[in-house]
């Protein structure tokens, strides 16, 4: 027997569908893990096409409610997006403690996370990478490569580059594990008090490296934020360059109102 969505005549019919199905996630009617209805019982449900169907299930993904495996179909999430909470995460007290930012939010979000080191080492900054740090095109640089995964499933792709002259004096930036509060907590040992954080974040299509490395399908959106840290000196000792999927994280900035 046909159901129906409730009816706005301003939305497309799969829009309407599409908020129904959402509707029911957020409500859990449809619990994390749950196979969403297949087009065919979506056509009856709703009395629709099966283009209808397909783009209202399709609308589910960019929302961040559901994952799809080819040849299984479509599940309900089994965790929430990780809360990236700009405002709190790069707090003086939290390197103290010890905590790294992305481990400490994946864990807030329920999951496992990991971190794999891909590269540390020399390389030529990249033109935009030398003009945040005021260099000159072509300096040498010291980069760290990382993928972070919550529950084993790749979330992001992270490059540090840090100048030379001042990686080159501390040893612990060239290790895998640069100990607790991870490079921040070790430049600040070093004399390079931070007092400033820089973020630009657009959203785009992953290139096909970006693809394979974060296990996306292709066309999916990731978030690019590249973020600058100032020290006291006024100079910028890092600048850290972050491919995100985007269904995996939820941006939270806090902005003052003052003058």
């Known amino acids: 027997m046909a159901t129906t969505a409730p009816r706005d005549s301003g939305k497309p019919r799969y829009l309407q569908i599409a908020g129904d199905l959402a509707q029911q996630i957020r409500s859990g009617a449809m619990a994390p893990g749950d196979k969403v209805p297949s087009e065919s019982v979506l056509m009856a449900r709703y009395a ?6 397909r783009k209202a299930v399709a609308e589910l993904r960019p929302m961040g409610l559901i994952d799809t495996h080819h040849g299984k179909g479509s599940f309900v999430k089994s965790r929430p997006p990780v809360l990236r909470k700009s405002s709190d995460r790069f707090r003086r007290s939290h390197r103290r ?3 790294a930012a992305y481990l400490t939010e994946a864990e807030q979000a329920g999951r496992a996370p990991a971190v794999a080191v891909l590269f540390i080492g020399p390389v030529e900054a990249p033109s935009d990478i030398s003009e945040r740090l005021d260099l000159p095109p072509g300096s040498q640089v010291l980069a760290r490569r990382r993928l972070y995964l919550s529950d084993g499933t790749p979330t992001e792709v992270a490059v540090s580059y840090l100048p030379w002259d001042l990686a080159k004096d501390i040893p612990e930036l060239f290790a895998e594990n640069p100990g607790g509060g991870g490079i921040y907590a070790r430049l600040e040992d070093h004399g390079h008090t931070l007092t400033e954080f820089t973020e630009t974040v657009r959203a785009r299509l992953a290139t096909k490296e970006e693809t394979v490395a974060l296990s996306l399908s292709p066309g999916s959106p990731v978030l690019h934020l590249t973020r600058s ?3 006291e000196s006024g100079r ?12 995996q994280f939820v941006l939270d900035y806090r902005i003052p109102a003052g003058e």
């Open 48 to 53: 629709v096409s099966q283009g209808t169907a």
């Open 97 to 99: 403690a010890g905590k």
């Open 229 to 231: 840290a100032q020290a």
């Open 236 to 247: 910028v000792v890092e600048v850290c360059d972050t491919v995100m999927a985007a269904d």
